[in-house]
């Protein structure tokens, strides 16, 4: 095989003429040569040509007789022309190399604007710009050793824009005659530039001056004067020395994605990266090169939905979380789902705008820059040599958190796993964490149409509040210490039809929160939301409750409560995280005939009938002591029916500490053992009634028990440290 080395050492010959060598067909691109290393040429040559004489312009005047001056600038830039390839196809006949260059000005004038000497005066002037080609034939020697290169220079007839504007003056003896032309003119002239090979020289820059006397041409005796200026400034310039660079936008390292209201709805900012070709040895100098630049995104996120719970589970699709938008990128032609934006032409930069959509979109953009003479080189993020892939968002810690965000929760420099549930506040309970990985607290859930970011440090707990008695108790000024958000100290987040799997038994994947996750690697559990309903009957299981126990094949021992709350354990059975419990229900009737069982208790020995009974001052027979019950409900009913606003307060209250006792149990908590133990606040226990009226007289004083202290806690010492959030913690 023998190679050709493409020394551009300009010590150049250039014959002037338009009619000296014949135009030779450029081939076309695909035909040029295949380069045999990596090793290329870049540059320009500027060539500046002006020449004086007689009889050039036109020859229906007689010749010898016209002067005119002809000037024109061609700038070619090399950027493909390899110092090695193959010659055995490229014979030294044949035009392996075709460049296009500009041709600047192009100018033909009479020298003081007319040619004389003619019967007739002629004013023309020629002037114009278009484009050049440079063919570009090596030659070697007989053993193959390359000698020089010849570049021939041709103008693009179809690019050239030159206008030739003339006027004629005849003068006879009888008038004078003036005619006025416009014509589109010819090109002016081919140009053959001869280059020797030098193989040692890395670059090349200088000028060479050319002037020489013309004495003849076609053989007649037609002096003139001709000049060039030859400018070279050309590199041996290597792939290995081009690199391409990531430049992020400023904010990167800040940037976190946003989810859009859908999945085809882009959420918050996009980011913005740049692309460029430098050279590795001269990063400041300005390159010659281009390239066609292939953004990639890679690894891209496909979580189902735009966060945890938006859309409901059997909505969520499967698209790509990060992608480039053909809108927001006019310059690349975007592919592949948006995962692939290339360059439309060659370029030494470009720019690609990623935008997200999902809270928790992460992928990896990788650039692939095809320099125009075909090599390939991947780009790699500016400053990190060896980093070819930029990570998005910034994610140093590497478990697909933006680190930005981790460090707004002051978690970054534990250096925590994407599945990581170990929420620690409020500290002292039976296991931290809550279910929520670190990886889904970040990504975020939607609450009461609010997308939101949990804390990593603390705890939450869902709840599906359809009645919104959870939050009604939480917000009542007058009862908000017994509301189990305060004895818990847990965060309360509420979900409702939309945001979880449904009501339920876990056993079927019901009341799950975090239900739009695949990537398995960021989930820790599916984590359970407490189903809190509030029943009006006077006690019943809730719907599909035994149902669902039947599908499961459990049998269910308990009976019918007819309790004030009642927590319906989940087929698993038993207290303990969410996922056990498959309903707490509120009775508001039983809770009302409950504590109006207490006034007939606490009340009752202040009616004179009962003092004189209870005196043994009269006695009563069945009939009389059924006929007094009824009489004691009926003075109730109307003592609470004169005291409407009393009563409204009060069973707020009842129900504030019937609800703290049943979610308690929703997390764990078991009763106290002995019933009388534990603290007299405790939400568990009902030693608060015996603390909160202690005497007969303390009741008639405030019958409704709105002025003591309510209970306000869990036995910090045995009911606080049973407490367990997370599904995970449970299993
Ligand atoms: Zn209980
Ligand atoms: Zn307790």
Redesign the pocket.
């Known amino acids: 095989m023998r190679r050709i080395w493409l020394g551009l050492s300009l010590a150049v010959l250039l014959l002037g003429g338009a009619s000296a060598l014949t135009s030779r067909r450029p081939q076309s691109q695909n035909d040029q040569p295949v380069p045999l290393d990596d090793s290329f040429w870049t540059g320009t040559i500027t060539i500046e040509i002006s020449q004086k004489g007689r009889g050039i312009p036109d020859s229906s005047y007689p010749r010898g007789s016209l002067e005119s001056e002809e000037s024109q600038v061609i700038t070619f830039t090399l950027d493909q022309v390899p110092r090695l390839y193959d010659l055995d196809k490229w014979g030294n006949d044949k035009v392996p190399f075709v460049i296009k260059g500009s041709r600047r000005t192009l100018k033909v004038v009479p020298p003081d604007g007319n040619y004389k000497g003619c019967r007739e005066e002629m004013r023309s002037t020629k002037s114009g710009s278009g484009t050049a080609t440079v063919n570009l034939t090596p030659e070697a020697d007989d053993e193959g050793k390359p000698v020089k290169i010849r570049l021939w220079i041709s103008p693009n007839p179809d690019d050239e824009n030159v206008t030739q504007k003339s006027s004629w003056v005849t003068t006879t003896e009888e008038s004078t005659k003036t005619q006025n032309d416009e014509t589109k003119a010819g090109a002016v002239g081919n140009r053959e530039v001869v280059v020797p090979f030098d193989p040692d020289q890395r670059s090349l820059s200088g000028e060479k001056t050319k002037s020489h006397t013309i004495e003849k041409q076609n053989g007649e005796n037609l002096p003139g004067v001709y000049n060039e200026i030859i400018r070279y400034d050309l590199t041996l310039s290597r792939p290995s020395d081009i690199e391409a660079v990531i430049i992020p936008f400023s904010g990167y390292e800040d940037w976190i994605p946003e989810g859009g209201k859908d999945e085809d709805t882009e959420g918050g900012f996009p980011i913005v990266v740049d692309v460029e070709l430098r050279l590795k040895s001269k990063p400041d100098k300005e390159i010659s090169e281009k390239a066609k630049f292939k953004f990639e995104l890679i690894d891209t996120s496909k979580e189902p939905g735009v966060c945890l719970n938006v859309p409901k589970k059997d909505k969520a699709k499967r698209s790509y979380d990060l992608k480039f938008k053909q809108k927001n990128n006019s310059d690349l032609d975007v592919s592949n789902e948006g995962q692939i934006a290339q360059s439309k032409d060659y370029q030494k930069t470009e720019t690609a705008v990623i935008s997200s959509y999902d809270w928790g979109a992460y992928g990896k953009l990788r650039v692939t820059a095809t320099l125009a003479r075909g090599k390939k080189v991947v780009a790699h993020v500016e400053g990190k040599p060896q980093k070819e892939r930029l990570v998005i968002p910034c994610d140093e810690n590497d478990n697909r958190v933006a680190d930005e965000w981790e460090k707004q929760a002051g978690v970054f420099d534990k250096k925590l796993p994407a599945n990581w549930d170990g929420a620690e506040e409020p500290k002292g309970q039976k296991a931290p964490g809550d279910g929520i990985s670190l990886f889904e607290r970040y990504r975020g859930f939607e609450f009461e149409g609010i997308h939101e970011r949990l804390d990593p440090n603390q705890k939450y707990l869902f709840v599906h509040d359809p009645d919104e008695v959870v939050r009604r108790v939480a917000q009542d000024a007058n009862v908000k210490a017994t509301s189990f958000e305060a004895v818990s100290k847990l965060r309360l987040r509420y979900v409702d039809d939309d945001h979880w799997t449904g009501g339920g038994s876990s056993g079927e994947k019901k009341r799950i929160v975090n239900f739009n996750t695949d990537w398995k690697p960021g989930h820790a559990v599916d984590q359970h939301a407490l189903d809190v309903a509030v029943d009006t009957s006077f006690g019943a299981f809730p719907e599909g409750y035994l149902d669902a126990f039947n599908r499961a094949n459990v049998n269910l021992k308990g009976s019918m409560p007819s309790d004030a709350g009642f927590t319906f354990p989940d087929t698993t059975g038993g207290f303990g995280s969410p996922r056990r419990t498959f309903q707490i229900v509120i009775f508001p009737f039983v809770i009302r005939k409950e504590y109006i069982n207490f006034y007939v208790s606490c009340l009752s020995p202040q009616m004179p009938i009962i003092v004189a009974v209870m005196q043994g001052k009269i006695s009563m027979t069945y009939d009389d002591a059924q006929k007094l019950g009824k009489e004691m409900d009926e003075w109730i009913e109307e003592y609470i029916r004169n005291h409407p606003e009393e009563n409204k307060q009060a069973l707020i209250r009842w129900i504030a500490v019937v609800l703290a006792h049943e979610m308690a149990h929703g997390v764990g908590?078991e009763h106290?053992n002995p019933p009388e133990s534990?603290?007299a606040a405790?939400?568990?226990?009902r030693g608060f009634i015996k603390k909160a009226a202690p005497t007969v007289g303390a009741v008639m004083e405030d019958p409704f028990l709105l002025k003591v202290a309510w209970p306000d806690e869990?036995?910090p010492d045995?009911?606080w440290s049973r407490i367990i959030v997370s599904d995970l913690a449970d299993k």
């Open positions: 908590v106290h534990g603290s405790c939400v568990i226990g869990l036995c045995r009911c």
